[in-house]
């Protein structure tokens, strides 16, 4: 049986192949209209770079790793579009603003991380057959997120899901970040800055430095 996303860390490896797109094996570039994402091999922290904005990121407990599987806590290498953006109706009285497609989020939405099920790496409606991680957080995590294309076309079963840009969320009162289990998280305001000069075109880069 393939570990969940929310299962112990040791899925059995799997040979990451050329339809995963974005695999580390594909050449990566920093243009204009990407985000790069960069961390030292094996940190929970980095950098996230847009433009004229650089702010600090967190990443997978994991690190950043180039053969990413289903609850191993690594955020992927790679490079990725952006599918979407989804936020919070109760905390944004408006949908933010960025030029991807954007979906209120509702409290019965889940995604599914069950590399068995037919609806792994996608969006599902709780409560749900098998498992499946719920979307409608307390933790603010998902108020706002867009979600990055990796293993999702199409997906194939344990190389992992649900890799998301996210709010970041604080360690205490170090400043620092928590640790992710995949995916990149930053700052409300960074997010927000990010998202909004967005565009279908945008990509992003995510390395070890």
């Excluded at 393939?2 to 040791?10: H, S, V």
């Excluded at 170090?174 to 995949?182: E, H, I, M, Y």
């Amino acid at each position: 049986m393939l570990i969940t996303r929310r299962g112990a860390i040791g899925a059995a490896s799997i040979a990451c192949g050329a339809v995963l797109s974005g695999c580390a094996g594909f050449p990566m570039s920093a243009g204009a209209d990407t985000i790069d994402v960069s961390a030292a091999l094996g940190a929970t922290s980095g950098t996230l770079r847009f433009g004229a904005l650089e702010c600090p990121c967190a990443v997978g407990r994991s690190g950043i790793l180039d053969r990413k599987r289903e609850g191993d806590g690594g955020t992927p290498a790679g490079q990725f579009a952006l599918r979407e953006v989804r936020y919070r109706p109760d905390v944004f009285a408006s949908p933010p603003k960025t030029g991807l497609p954007e979906f209120p989020a509702k409290p019965t939405d889940g995604w599914c991380d069950d590399p068995e099920d037919p609806a792994y790496n996608k969006i599902v409606r709780l409560p749900y057959q098998t498992d499946a991680e719920t979307m409608w957080r307390d933790d603010h995590a998902y108020d706002l997120l867009a979600v990055i294309g990796y293993n999702d076309a199409p997906p194939i079963p344990g190389l992992g899901s649900a890799i998301f840009l996210h709010v970041a969320r604080p360690d205490g009162d170090s400043g620092a970040f928590l640790p992710t289990a995949g995916c990149v998280a930053v700052k409300i305001e960074n997010l927000l800055a990010v998202l909004a000069r967005c565009t279908p075109a945008t990509m992003i880069r995510i390395r070890t430095v």
